[in-house]
């Protein structure tokens, strides 16, 4: 079992900069593959970066340029830079966490608001 707990969101002007974190516990942080989505109301949730346990990273191209997603597995945590915000991108912020080889343990944090003003 994993406990997921994200913090960091709030609410930005466009063009401004937020940093996400994504706190684990109660299993080997470095076992899991991890990955930040977002949900805006009335859409679906979307993947929005993705970190392997051993580093190697992918982004939607929308937030491509933009976001950068990193780990500190010696910290249990995940982390989201957001940069040059832009209102498309206000949505609930979820933390994902994925076992590298039991890939049916899958876990979700409780999720946390980014709201961009324009």
């Known amino acids: 079992q994993v406990q997921l707990v994200e913090s960091g969101g709030g609410l930005v002007q466009a063009g401004g900069s937020l940093r996400l974190s994504c706190a684990a516990s109660?299993?080997?942080?470095?076992?899991?593959?991890m990955s930040w989505y977002r949900q805006a109301p009335g859409e679906q949730r979307d993947l929005v970066a993705s970190?392997?346990?051993?580093?190697?990273?992918n982004y939607a191209d929308s937030v491509k340029g933009r976001f950068t997603i990193s780990r500190d597995n010696a910290k249990n945590t995940m982390y989201l830079q957001m940069n040059s915000l832009k209102p498309e991108d206000t949505a609930v912020y979820y933390c994902n966490a994925r076992h590298y080889i039991l890939n049916y343990r899958v876990y979700w944090g409780q999720g946390t608001q980014v709201t961009v003003s324009s």
């Open positions: 109660g299993s080997i942080f470095s076992n899991y593959d």
């Open positions: 970190i392997s346990r051993l580093g190697t990273t």
